[in-house]
């Protein structure tokens, strides 16, 4: 029997230590799998908190219904039927310019319409078919690509939100291929966006014709996927399905050597612990401590992976005091509107059960990689520009009768440019340790289908690499 250690009991640690069990029964290994996680809880960033007849998402709200991969998991866990899609308006999403909340255009009419973007802005947008593909093969910033393919105003209206909002990141630092590498793919193979989004809109078309499902041109689309008890219900469900002896809260890891009679040794506070296999689901950051002793320059490496920090600000109302109409999932704030915060989601908008009858919730966003400092804020200076900032999108006037603040220090990874050579190194050092291997949303996507992708991923090579010894 081989003994495999997971660190980490964030998404990423519970759906490896779940599909390496599968896996490994189905590969007829033996397995005897233990999964370590420092804090008393398990689930990491995710957490739904229940208070007051609210539901409050401390870190992401859901995943998308367009990949497989967390729908996967969630029908090899049987928690299929306790799925809960978003309400159909919560696909109407807002960009706040020009003193008001502008709905984001879905197609080309809607486009055409929108005072979002000037006509100016539209005609330098249209002109993006003619201007040449880049071909150095550098990695180029997601300001740089979009000041160089569709200008200014649509990189500061458009692309900048949106990368706040996804990464809570700034796109003078992200890296395009590394955040996302669909778009890239599309310039390599098309030379433009826009064509590439007539062709492939054209296929599209055609596939639908035969009965195939496809996404969209540029990105995956889909509905927002959760639980009606929130998005913890998936950790809750993968950590019972393990079960207490393979899941172990409580119990850092604070080194990693070499072992004597086994590959690998984890060193902990009360124990060191021998292991076949060792699979670090931490952050980047944390991971780093932990492989230090055993590779410097790894640790360098892990250690040069930034994070953004995040305060998120849930207020819950009584939906008579609020006169906007909320029928919609939220907005964002582009950075040169001098807003305080990124953006709102209307939360009991997006999801029922997410607040009592008669009363709405709504979810704010401080902070991020252009804003770093704004995570020491107090809780006083926290609700003030949360409120200035409601009052000035949506007018609102009224006090919240329901408050909670959650901080994140160290919120989402950001993958600025050289994050890609990064990776290679990180692979290149990975490979010359055997039963050593690094997953989670510290590398190739934050997302939850991003990390149930990596878990797959990291289970096929552990398998592999047991069948080949």
Same mark, same amino acid.
């Given at each position: 029997m081989k003994k495999v250690i997971v660190v980490g009991g964030g998404i990423s640690g519970l759906a490896t230590a779940f599909e390496l069990r599968n896996k490994g029964a189905e590969a007829g290994i033996e397995l005897d799998v233990t999964l370590l996680e420092k804090e008393e809880r398990v689930g990491g960033k995710i957490w739904s908190i229940k208070e007051e007849g609210y539901l409050c998402e401390w870190g992401p709200n859901g995943f998308l219904d367009s990949k497989p991969q967390t729908l996967d998991l969630c029908r090899d866990l049987g928690a299929s039927e306790r799925l809960l899609r978003s309400n159909d308006n919560a696909r109407k999403r807002f960009i706040y310019t020009g003193g008001v909340l502008n709905r984001l255009p879905e197609n080309g009419p809607m486009f055409l319409k929108s005072s979002l973007i000037s006509w100016p802005g539209k005609l330098r947008l249209a002109m993006e078919p003619f201007i040449s593909k880049r071909t150095d093969g550098t990695d180029e910033t997601l300001a740089s690509f979009g000041r160089r393919r569709l200008g200014e105003e649509a990189l500061q209206k458009l692309i900048s939100p949106m990368v706040s909002g996804i990464f809570a990141g700034d796109p003078e630092t992200m890296s395009l291929r590394s955040c996302f590498p669909r778009i890239a793919e599309l310039e390599d193979e098309y030379g433009s966006l826009i064509k590439a989004m007539i062709k492939l809109a054209k296929k599209k078309k055609q596939e639908a014709a035969q009965g195939k499902a496809v996404s969209s041109a540029a990105g995956p689309g889909g509905v927002l996927t959760s639980f009606r008890w929130g998005i913890q219900e998936l950790t809750d469900i993968l950590a019972e399905q393990l079960g207490s002896a393979t899941v172990v809260t409580g119990q850092p890891v604070t080194g990693l050597t070499r072992g004597s009679s086994v590959p690998w040794r984890l060193k902990t506070p009360t124990v060191d612990i021998d292991a076949d296999v060792v =699979?670090?689901?931490?952050?980047?950051? !944390?991971?780093?401590?932990?492989?230090?002793?055993?590779?410097? !320059?790894? /640790? $360098?490496?892990?250690?040069? #992976?930034?994070? /953004?920090?995040?305060?998120?600000?849930?207020?819950?109302?009584?939906? @008579?005091? #609020?006169?906007?109409?909320?029928?919609?999932?939220?907005?964002?704030?582009?950075?040169? @509107?001098?807003?305080?915060?990124?953006?709102?989601?209307?939360?009991?908008? #997006?999801? @029922?059960?997410?607040?009592?009858?008669?009363?709405?919730?709504?979810?704010?966003?401080?902070?991020?990689?252009?804003?770093?400092?704004?995570? %020491?804020?107090?809780? +006083?200076?926290?609700? $003030?520009?949360?409120?200035?900032?409601? %009052? /000035?999108?949506?007018?609102?006037? +009224?006090?919240?009768?329901? =408050?909670? #603040?959650?901080?994140?220090?160290?919120?989402?990874? $950001?993958?600025?440019?050289?994050?890609? %050579?990064?990776? &290679? &190194?990180?692979?290149?050092?990975?490979? /010359?340790l055997p039963g050593f291997f690094l997953t989670g949303n510290s590398y190739r996507g934050i997302g939850l289908n991003d990390c149930a992708t990596a878990a797959n991923r990291t289970t096929d090579e552990v398998v592999a690499y047991l069948k080949g010894r």
């Amino acid at each position: 029997m081989k003994k495999v250690i997971v660190v980490g009991g964030g998404i990423s640690g519970l759906a490896t230590a779940f599909e390496l069990r599968n896996k490994g029964a189905e590969a007829g290994i033996e397995l005897d799998v233990t999964l370590l996680e420092k804090e008393e809880r398990v689930g990491g960033k995710i957490w739904s908190i229940k208070e007051e007849g609210y539901l409050c998402e401390w870190g992401p709200n859901g995943f998308l219904d367009s990949k497989p991969q967390t729908l996967d998991l969630c029908r090899d866990l049987g928690a299929s039927e306790r799925l809960l899609r978003s309400n159909d308006n919560a696909r109407k999403r807002f960009i706040y310019t020009g003193g008001v909340l502008n709905r984001l255009p879905e197609n080309g009419p809607m486009f055409l319409k929108s005072s979002l973007i000037s006509w100016p802005g539209k005609l330098r947008l249209a002109m993006e078919p003619f201007i040449s593909k880049r071909t150095d093969g550098t990695d180029e910033t997601l300001a740089s690509f979009g000041r160089r393919r569709l200008g200014e105003e649509a990189l500061q209206k458009l692309i900048s939100p949106m990368v706040s909002g996804i990464f809570a990141g700034d796109p003078e630092t992200m890296s395009l291929r590394s955040c996302f590498p669909r778009i890239a793919e599309l310039e390599d193979e098309y030379g433009s966006l826009i064509k590439a989004m007539i062709k492939l809109a054209k296929k599209k078309k055609q596939e639908a014709a035969q009965g195939k499902a496809v996404s969209s041109a540029a990105g995956p689309g889909g509905v927002l996927t959760s639980f009606r008890w929130g998005i913890q219900e998936l950790t809750d469900i993968l950590a019972e399905q393990l079960g207490s002896a393979t899941v172990v809260t409580g119990q850092p890891v604070t080194g990693l050597t070499r072992g004597s009679s086994v590959p690998w040794r984890l060193k902990t506070p009360t124990v060191d612990i021998d292991a076949d296999v060792v =699979i670090l689901a931490s952050p980047a950051h !944390a991971t780093a401590g932990i492989v230090s002793g055993v590779d410097a !320059a790894m /640790a $360098q490496v892990l250690g040069e #992976i930034p994070y /953004a920090s995040m305060t998120v600000v849930c207020f819950g109302f009584e939906r @008579e005091r #609020i006169a906007y109409d909320l029928n919609g999932f939220g907005y964002l704030i582009p950075k040169v @509107e001098g807003m305080n915060t990124l953006g709102t989601l209307w939360d009991s908008s #997006i999801f @029922e059960n997410r607040a009592p009858e008669g009363k709405v919730l709504l979810r704010s966003m401080l902070g991020g990689a252009c804003f770093p400092e704004y995570v %020491k804020l107090s809780d +006083a200076e926290v609700m $003030q520009r949360v409120k200035a900032d409601l %009052k /000035a999108t949506m007018g609102i006037t +009224a006090d919240p009768s329901f =408050i909670r #603040i959650f901080r994140h220090p160290q919120a989402i990874p $950001q993958y600025t440019v050289g994050h890609g %050579k990064r990776l &290679a &190194a990180l692979q290149e050092r990975s490979s /010359a340790l055997p039963g050593f291997f690094l997953t989670g949303n510290s590398y190739r996507g934050i997302g939850l289908n991003d990390c149930a992708t990596a878990a797959n991923r990291t289970t096929d090579e552990v398998v592999a690499y047991l069948k080949g010894r």
